[in-house]
């Protein structure tokens, strides 16, 4: 069962490039990733999915090294707007279980 | 906007009692997930319904339960509310294909539940 960590919190400015990280050491062959974005009271929003290697958006990239213990999401050139909490969510293929990492509260300053 | 749809939006219940929440799966999506979602925490996963019956499930008592129905929507139920069960419960809608894998999980806006 993969535990995930994250960085409680970050700061940032207008306009600059925000990398957040989760650890899922035991992350499971079947396991794929998911980055999602939370503002208060509302549901999580997707962001992006990838199972290894870079996968890229239109809103971002997350980089996942070839041990996928890790994973980095990037947000390019970040807005007031883009100020919530950044969930990691390691998913097992077949349903069986969902780990959602502890939240990353980004705050973009201007 | 993901088309998945939550009820009611909030709920109010006291120790003991029981309750439903209900979800409507996203247009063309086939399975749906429950979460709980305590105050300033991650979801944690409660259970997932495929195929009308339960396909995997978090580590939540078996107090929590649930149904799909044909038309994909489920509910939750949950019997002898405790304190502790205050939260926001979400439900994500996803498709799993012909191989049985499931795709990205969509998330309704979610019920908030307080118990007093």
């Known amino acids: 069962l993969a535990k995930t960590t994250q960085p409680i919190s970050m700061d940032s400015y207008e306009g600059q490039e925000v990398n957040i990280t989760c650890s899922h050491n035991n992350i499971a062959t079947n396991d794929y990733i998911t980055w999602y974005q939370q503002f208060p009271s509302q549901g999580p929003r997707f962001i992006i999915q990838g199972y290894k290697t870079k996968v890229t958006n239109e809103v971002a990239s997350l980089f996942i090294p070839a041990d996928r213990k890790s994973s980095t999401l990037s947000l390019p050139r970040v807005s007031l707007s883009d100020t919530a909490v950044y969930y990691c969510?390691?998913?097992?293929?077949?349903?069986?279980?969902?780990?959602f990492g502890p939240g990353t509260r980004l705050s973009v300053l201007p | 906007e993901t088309g998945v749809t939550q009820s009611p939006t909030h709920l109010i219940k006291t120790r003991g009692q029981q309750v439903t929440l209900r979800c409507s799966s996203q247009?063309?999506?086939?399975?749906v997930s429950w979460y709980q979602q305590a105050l300033g925490q991650g979801p944690q996963f409660i259970f997932q319904?495929?195929?009308?019956?339960?396909?995997g499930r978090g580590n939540f008592p078996p107090r929590f339960s649930g149904l799909q129905f044909p038309n994909y929507s489920s509910e939750l139920n949950v019997n002898a509310l405790e304190l502790d069960d205050s939260a926001l419960y979400l439900c994500a809608s996803s498709l799993v294909g012909s191989g049985g894998v499931t795709d990205t999980q969509y998330f309704g806006p979610g019920t908030r539940l307080t118990v007093l």
């Open positions: 319904y495929y195929r009308e019956e339960e396909n």
């Open positions: 247009s063309g999506h086939n399975t």
């Open positions: 969510l390691v998913g097992d293929d077949y349903g069986q279980n969902f780990v």
